[in-house]
């Protein structure tokens, strides 16, 4: 659900947006004299403005949070130039481990089904002359520069990689420290069952603690083997106290079959909050009446969902699921990899396309897209939101810009990124 419109007590403490360009130049200086030490962890961000309000405020954050007490004595301050501050985005579901973002264009071959896709994925693999780890840190510092606070990875896991997915991904994530924070989840594309190996390295990944989730592959189309599949990738949340993240691509009542497995599951091993569904091409296609009775399920077993936004009839149908509720995401997906050479894990222009494939046009609709990826990725990541409430995450963006609505349709550049009160972006480039 949205969230209510900032207070006047909030706006002072946590605001927004537009401004000059010159005069920014990330100038810092101390608010008042006296002893540094006073002002040590804070920030003042000066002049900035409030989407749909008039004039500037000054944004002060303290040890990594919004606050609405005065600047203390001693505190840095960040000139916003009248820019427009938001909050920063999430992407709730992406493949870093997959991409040649960075190196040398890679050709595609026409494929046909997910078995192909795999063993393309192979071939680009082995041809990488950059380990999984540097294409992974380039691709993901790439998203802390669009303005992504927060990401959930896919890294996969089969027996033609081991974990070395799974391991590069933790290495990007460990040089990013500081700047994005990042789940991971063990991500088994070629097949849990169908695939001999992949469940013992599901098992070691999930046992030394390597993942924050254990991820899945429609059990039924492509696994073949969905109560086995459901059973295995379910017990070892259960056991190892991590969470379920699992693709669902099926449109029809395979899909269905395998969506009430999973809400089965979640209620008979009491896994409320830590299970996620993602794509969950099915919901669309329910009829109104099934659609919001599965809402409803998976509302009060707190499953959350993801959305790529691929096309107008595979989005899911995101303000009805709010209406009830459900926690939804949304993601890059893969970037540059073997599956497409599309993508630019930039959250903001994904939310543009949640806007254009869903033909919003209002301006409440427009922001609401934004919403979905700012504070609905970091709903289904358990984070608190980077709402620009006192004690909220200062985790934010400035932009030029006139108001949200146009922000998102003209996707401007991201003049500065912070990250728990600390900019780590600069103009497209970390800090």
Not at 311 to 339: F, H, K, M, Q
Request: glycine share 12%; proline share 6%; net charge negative.
């Amino acid at each position: 659900m949205t969230p209510p419109p900032l207070s006047r007590r909030n706006v002072l403490a946590g605001a927004a947006s537009l401004g000059g360009a010159a005069a920014f130049a990330a100038t810092t200086a101390h608010a008042s004299s006296g002893p540094a030490s006073r002002g040590r962890g804070a920030v003042v961000f000066r002049d900035v403005r409030v989407p749909g309000r008039s004039g500037t405020v000054d944004l002060t954050v303290r040890d990594g949070r919004v606050t609405d007490g005065p600047a203390p004595r001693g505190a840095e301050v960040v000139d916003g130039g009248g820019r427009l501050v938001l909050p920063a985005l999430v992407d709730a579901h992406i493949h870093p481990d997959k991409t040649s973002w960075g190196g040398a264009w890679v050709s595609r071959e026409p494929a046909s089904g997910i078995a192909e896709y795999c063993e393309q994925d192979v071939e680009l693999y082995r041809s990488q002359r950059r380990p999984v780890g540097e294409r992974a840190y380039g691709l993901m510092a790439h998203a802390v520069t669009r303005g992504t606070r927060a990401m959930r990875a896919h890294a996969d896991v089969a027996p033609a990689y081991g974990l070395a997915g799974v391991e590069g991904v933790a290495e990007a994530r460990e040089r990013l420290k500081g700047a994005l924070d990042v789940q991971i989840v063990a991500f088994p594309q070629h097949g849990v069952v169908r695939t001999p190996g992949t469940a013992e390295l599901l098992a070691t990944a999930a046992r030394e603690g390597l993942v924050d989730l254990i991820g899945g592959i429609d059990p039924i189309s492509f696994d073949q083997a969905p109560e086995e599949q459901l059973d295995l990738v379910f017990d070892l949340a259960d056991r190892h106290g991590v969470g379920v993240d699992i693709h669902l691509h099926d449109r029809d009542e395979k899909g269905t079959r395998v969506l009430r497995g999973i809400i089965d599951r979640t209620r008979s091993l009491s896994l409320r909050g830590r299970v996620t569904v993602s794509h969950v091409f099915c919901l669309p296609f329910l009829a109104e009446r099934e659609l919001h009775a599965t809402a409803r399920d998976l509302a009060d077993l707190d499953i959350a969902l993801t959305t790529v936004a691929p096309n107008e009839s595979l989005v899911l149908p995101v303000a009805t699921l709010r209406e009830y509720g459900v926690r939804v995401g949304l993601g890059s997906d893969g970037v540059r990899d073997s599956w497409s050479p599309f993508g630019n894990a930039d959250m903001l222009h994904r939310a543009h396309i949640l806007g254009w494939v869903t033909d919003v046009r209002l301006d409440d609709e427009l922001s609401a897209c934004y919403d979905v990826g700012a504070h609905g990725g970091a709903d289904v990541m358990g984070l608190p939101r980077a709402d620009l409430r006192p004690g909220a995450p200062a985790d934010f963006v400035l932009v030029r810009g006139e108001c949200l609505p146009q922000v998102l349709v003209d996707m401007p550049r991201r003049d500065l990124v912070v990250h728990g009160g600390r900019v780590v972006a600069r103009d497209g480039e970390l800090v």
